[in-house]
């Protein structure tokens, strides 16, 4: 009786395009193409080749990054398909007349005999770790590098800034993306917004992104739409019914008039409203009016203290009184630290003053060219902020242009390969290997150890010798109480691998939070984070250096 082939967890299923239509098999560099030319004209391009996709060094000084853009990969391969028009592009643009055979050959191919094995997308992952293993056909794989490259460094990138961001401002504080209008492009502003999320971020002010990727939106309103309102004349519908909808009052702005009069009169709060700017106030009940259930106003256009903050109170006051509560305040420029911590006396003082529960709690936003160091310094002066609008130095990862991801080929027909070089962290690690994280008694990882995949995996209470790759003397014995095996199969191909289910934006978000409480927090710290170690077993180093000894050339002196 035959036997009954496993089903594919992804079989049936259709994986849509890629996000941005501008990722199709062109989107590489021609050498890739004229590489593939030269694999068909000398018979190699069905040669099965298997590559690494890593980087060499953690990015912005740090000790860890978040492996992002897994997704955008698999919807790549599952769609690649060159069409005629690309074809003919191809045939005027190669450096070379190809032969007609080669354009038949790229009409037939696509990624159905492509094994994709990669970490799943929200992981922390370190130098040196292959963040996914690519099989297949030399001639495919290899036109599969510049893209996939391009879909994982600006992704990994982005997600492991927002994470560093996370980490200074703690999880209490709300994070909110705000960078749409500093992002280089369009494609460079949906991938912010949804990297961002899946780093830590609460929030975008991306409509385009906050509909593709379903991240939720926020937003106030800007310095503009305070300055167009010259006076409390110009709010024409000035009615605004009751939340519980059981009468309307005709006039909220006079009842706003009536608050701001008794803020002036008040003993406790006197020299924090003289003479507000009305145009101001204006502005702020309008938008109250349009949204009295998401009430949260600018407050720094004129003068924070003496206009800004007393026109929101008087405006929140009425709200209140009509059984709405009033969201809180943003702050766009000032000493942050400083002006925060006044709001939230003249909101406790205003609780107290005329008893409104929950007024003195009210939301303190932060924005202003923010990151890593402001918010740093932010902590260290005392501040009563509880949230942050995040745009310029996350979306552009202005500490740092790249990651610097490779793709590097580890074996070929069944044979291993090393690249070899001066420096030694270009020298790569050979041949197909699986990975391993080993846990240690208080939940912690310890260490990331890759081993030849035909070796055994190693076992919990076992005493495993991890060794750096290429430094002799630096080398560990570690007893694991917890491990996990890294690598999953999320193209199985034509092998009879289960493929992953690629999972949703909020299931890799909270993947990437539980892996960041499961790292030391030694290796978090933003100044000097002690270095997370990755090694290989005993085993694989003797390979490695036996392989590099090999290929090696030998010098003679005369």
Same mark, same amino acid.
């Given at each position: 009786m035959a036997t009954k082939e496993p089903k594919k967890k992804n079989s049936g299923r259709k994986i849509p395009r890629p996000t941005n239509p501008m990722v199709t098999p062109l989107l590489t560099d021609q050498y890739q193409f004229t590489m593939a030319y030269a694999y068909w004209k000398s018979g190699k391009h069905q040669e099965r080749a298997v590559f690494d996709l890593y980087f060499r060094k953690n990015p912005f000084g740090g000790e860890y990054t978040v492996f992002a853009g897994l997704e955008e990969c698999v919807r790549f391969i599952a769609n690649f398909k060159l069409t005629e028009e690309q074809i003919d592009y191809i045939k005027d643009n190669l450096s070379v007349s190809c032969e007609e055979g080669f354009l038949d050959y790229l009409r037939g191919i696509d990624c159905?005999?492509?094994?994709?094995?990669?970490?799943?997308?929200?992981?922390?992952?370190?130098?040196?770790?292959?963040?996914?293993?690519?099989?297949?056909?030399?001639?495919?794989?290899?036109?599969?590098?510049?893209?996939?490259?391009?879909?994982?460094?600006?992704?990994?990138?982005?997600?492991?800034?927002?994470?560093?961001?996370?980490?200074?401002?703690?999880?209490?504080?709300?994070?909110?993306?705000?960078?749409?209008?500093?992002?280089?492009?369009?494609?460079?502003?949906?991938?912010?917004?949804?990297?961002?999320?899946?780093?830590?971020?609460?929030?975008?002010?991306?409509?385009?992104?906050?509909?593709?990727?379903?991240?939720?939106?926020?937003?106030?309103?800007?310095?503009?739409?305070?300055?167009?309102?010259?006076?409390?004349?110009?709010?024409? +519908?000035?009615?605004?019914?009751?939340?519980?909808?059981?009468?309307?009052?005709?006039?909220?702005?006079?009842?706003?008039?009536?608050?701001?009069?008794?803020?002036?009169?008040?003993?406790?709060l006197r020299g924090n409203s003289a003479d507000t700017n009305k145009s101001e106030l204006a502005a702020l009940t309008s938008y109250a009016l349009a949204f009295p259930d998401n009430f949260l106003a600018l407050v720094d256009t004129y003068d924070v203290m003496r206009s800004g903050v007393p026109n929101f109170c008087a405006v929140a006051l009425a709200l209140s009184d009509l059984g709405y509560k009033a969201i809180?305040?943003?702050? +766009?420029?000032?000493?942050?630290?400083?002006?925060?911590?006044?709001?939230?006396?003249?909101?406790?003082?205003?609780?107290?003053?005329?008893?409104?529960?929950?007024?003195?709690?009210?939301?303190?936003?932060?924005?202003?060219?923010?990151?890593?160091?402001?918010?740093?310094?932010?902590?260290?002066?005392?501040?009563?902020?509880?949230?942050?609008?995040?745009?310029?130095?996350?979306?552009?990862?202005?500490?740092?242009?790249?990651?610097?991801v490779v793709f590097k080929l580890v074996e070929i027909n069944n044979k291993p390969r090393i690249k070899l070089s001066e420096a030694v962290s270009k020298v790569t690690i050979p041949c197909k290997k699986r990975i391993y994280r080993l846990y240690g008694k208080e939940g912690y990882a310890l260490v990331d150890i890759m081993t030849g995949e035909d070796e055994p995996p190693p076992k919990v209470g076992e005493r495993i010798l991890c060794r750096h790759p290429f430094r002799e003397s630096k080398r560990a014995y570690v007893v694991p109480q917890k491990i996990e095996e890294l690598l999953r199969c999320y193209c199985a191909g034509n092998s009879d691998k289960n493929e992953e289910i690629l999972p949703p934006l909020k299931d890799i978000r909270e993947r990437c939070i539980q892996q960041l409480e499961q790292m030391r927090p030694d290796h978090m710290r933003r100044l000097n984070p002690t270095p997370y170690k990755v090694s290989v077993s005993a085993k694989l180093y003797d390979f490695i250096h036996f392989l590099w000894v090999t290929e090696a050339p030998v010098g003679e002196l005369r």
């Open positions: 159905s005999d492509v094994e994709v094995y990669a970490l799943p997308e929200g992981s922390v992952v370190f130098a040196k770790v292959p963040l996914l293993r690519v099989e297949g056909p030399l001639a495919v794989v290899q036109l599969l590098e510049t893209p996939f490259i391009n879909l994982v460094n600006f992704a990994s990138l982005v997600s492991t800034n927002a994470a560093r961001h996370r980490f200074v401002a703690g999880k209490s504080k709300t994070l909110l993306e705000f960078g749409l209008r500093r992002a280089q492009g369009p494609d460079g502003g949906i991938g912010a917004s949804k990297y961002s999320y899946i780093g830590g971020f609460d929030a975008t002010s991306n409509v385009a992104a906050g509909m593709l990727f379903g991240i939720p939106l926020r937003g106030t309103q800007s310095h503009a739409f305070v300055s167009s309102y010259m006076s409390l004349d110009e709010i024409k +519908d000035k009615a605004l019914r009751k939340k519980d909808g059981s009468s309307t009052c005709q006039d909220f702005v006079s009842l706003v008039g009536d608050w701001l009069r008794k803020i002036e009169r008040s003993d406790s809180g305040i943003r702050l +766009d420029s000032g000493d942050l630290a400083y002006l925060s911590c006044e709001i939230r006396k003249l909101f406790c003082s205003i609780e107290k003053e005329f008893g409104l529960p929950g007024f003195g709690k009210m939301s303190i936003t932060a924005s202003n060219d923010l990151n890593e160091e402001t918010i740093d310094a932010l902590n260290k002066q005392g501040h009563q902020i509880d949230a942050y609008g995040i745009g310029t130095y996350l979306v552009t990862c202005y500490a740092q242009a790249a990651l610097g």
